[in-house]
């Protein structure tokens, strides 16, 4: 989707702002559910002109809610608010790790909203980092700053719940014998291994020396995560 979506999308919610309070009856969603999802899953801030288009978006997101806070927290028919709908886009792997920057400004955005209205800990939260890509941006990269917004402004921890805080169970569940914080370990030491790797041959060469530091910025941005998560609630 182009800058200009996005800006025509925005402006006519400033012409018509009760458009945002629309709710379409065969999903039960609203325009803020629609733009979060596509923007989750089709911004690509790496791309040629993807990062203006990004821009327009978070723009055209905060004119929704602006118009109509209510919808950050209303459900559709699957019970999903919007917010649910950036994570999709994210568990779906869609976009690359410059999607995150439109994600995370428009998940703030909403959990300034309703810090609440989705419960980031058990299986929720493991599901999105497990679709995590390896971000060998130069930390701190987006990823990081995406869960950081989850930390701060959604309550994301590592820590374990129990059915005793009365979560339904199927929030709850991690796979079997696995965790948030094993999982994060296990891929920051397979990125420690990629950036000490040797090749055969000359391992000065270029491309050798970039895929080392690449896998470094990888591992840098994964322990930054296990900290995040790791913070007293």
Request: hydrophobic share 40%; charged share 30%; glycine share 8%.
């Amino acid at each position: 989707l182009t800058e200009s979506f996005w800006e025509e999308a925005r402006d006519l919610c400033a012409e018509h702002p009760e458009l945002a309070e629309y709710v379409d009856p065969s999903t039960q969603g609203t325009p803020l559910h629609v733009a979060c999802s596509l923007g989750s899953a089709q911004i690509d801030s790496d791309a040629a002109k993807g990062v203006d288009a990004g821009r327009a978006a978070v723009s055209c997101v905060k004119s929704l809610i602006d118009e109509c806070p209510a919808a950050a927290s209303h459900r559709d028919k699957h019970d999903h608010v919007p917010l649910e709908g950036i994570f999709s886009g994210v568990c779906a792997g869609r976009g690359d790790v410059g999607s995150f920057r439109f994600r995370t400004e428009a998940a703030g955005m909403l959990l300034e909203r309703d810090p609440d209205s989705v419960l980031l800990r058990g299986g929720v939260l493991y599901q999105l980092i497990e679709s995590l890509p390896d971000d060998i941006e130069v930390p701190l990269g987006p990823t990081v700053d995406f869960v950081k917004v989850l930390v701060d402004k959604g309550g994301a921890s590592a820590q374990s719940l129990s059915n005793e805080e009365g979560v339904d169970e199927s929030v709850l569940m991690e796979p079997e014998d696995d965790d948030v914080l094993a999982l994060l370990y296990r891929r920051f030491v397979r990125q420690f291994d990629q950036s000490e790797r040797f090749f055969e041959g000359d391992n000065s060469r270029d491309e050798v020396v970039r895929h080392r530091q690449n896998f470094k910025n990888a591992a840098v941005n994964t322990f930054n995560i296990i900290e995040l998560l790791l913070r007293p609630i």
